[in-house]
């Protein structure tokens, strides 16, 4: 069994970011710079915001972060969205989600530049994904795609379930994994809340990539043997015997399943670490493309 280890990939991602963030200053070249607004005190928000920035002076790219109380107005904050838009310094900026209730999710989404909006989420960037043309792909889909690669795991011809239809990775990863190319050409059935005889489907699965966030959802029972199990669920389950009073765990029985995979993600350190480091890289591929436009 491999296990495909997101946090030391992560780490040659960023190296590799970082060298190249070196030679745009060697050349007196304008840095890649990505911003973030953060509506509200949402603790697990505040905590991945914190590792963006933190992950943005690693490589040497400027980070701005722009905090607003939970009682912004929908209004206010599409204004904010729309200074970040027209700010020439800033080459991509996210908005963290969730958003509080008062505020529509999509109007917010559609209001950032496509341009500049290095999380994926822009319909724009949505369709040119689902169309194989060249945009960036949201942070996490992409992050599995990277992973998939690097430790050189054969897809062609393969049949891929996805369990979870979420904007942010089932949906567009059930996408990516059929498209052409590596990673892709497989054969890709989408599952979720409604799908009548899981196990069924993903007992015939070369690849799972569950995104549902249920703690040990997937059993050994429902998997074959050198299955490729990509986890992204991330839930803090409470646990007395920790000193934290919790233990972050996947939406897949990590201790069973992985005795018949051939890989297996962990978590964490498996598809979080890699989301970070891919989104650096949007903000690179944004930096360029202003650069080449300009």
Known sequence: MQLLDGKKVSEDIKNEIAAEVQRMKDNGEKVPHLAAIIVGNDGASLTYVGSKVKACERVGFESTLIKMPSTTSETELLKKIKELNENDDIDGFIVQLPLPDQIDTQEVLMAIC???????????????????????????????????????????????????????????????????????????????????????????????????????????????????????????????TNPKGYVITGDVDFDNVSKKASHITPVPGGVGPMTIAMLLKNTLLARENRKAKK
């Open 114 to 240: 496509p341009s500049k909006d290095v999380d994926g989420f822009h319909p724009e960037n949505f369709g040119k994904m689902a169309l194989d043309m060249s945009t960036f792909i949201p942070a996490t889909p992409f992050g599995i795609l990277e992973l998939l690669e690097r430790y050189n795991v054969e897809t062609k011809g393969k049949h891929t379930v996805v369990i979870g239809r979420s904007h942010i990775v089932g949906r567009p990863m059930s996408i990516l994994m059929g498209r052409k190319g590596f990673p892709g050409n497989s054969t890709v059935t989408l599952t979720h809340s409604h799908t009548k005889n899981i196990t069924q489907i993903t007992s015939q699965a070369d690849i799972i990539i569950t995104a549902l966030g249920v703690p040990n959802y997937l059993k050994a029972e429902m998997v074959k043997d050198d299955v490729v199990i990509i986890d992204v669920g991330i839930t803090r389950v409470a646990d007395e």
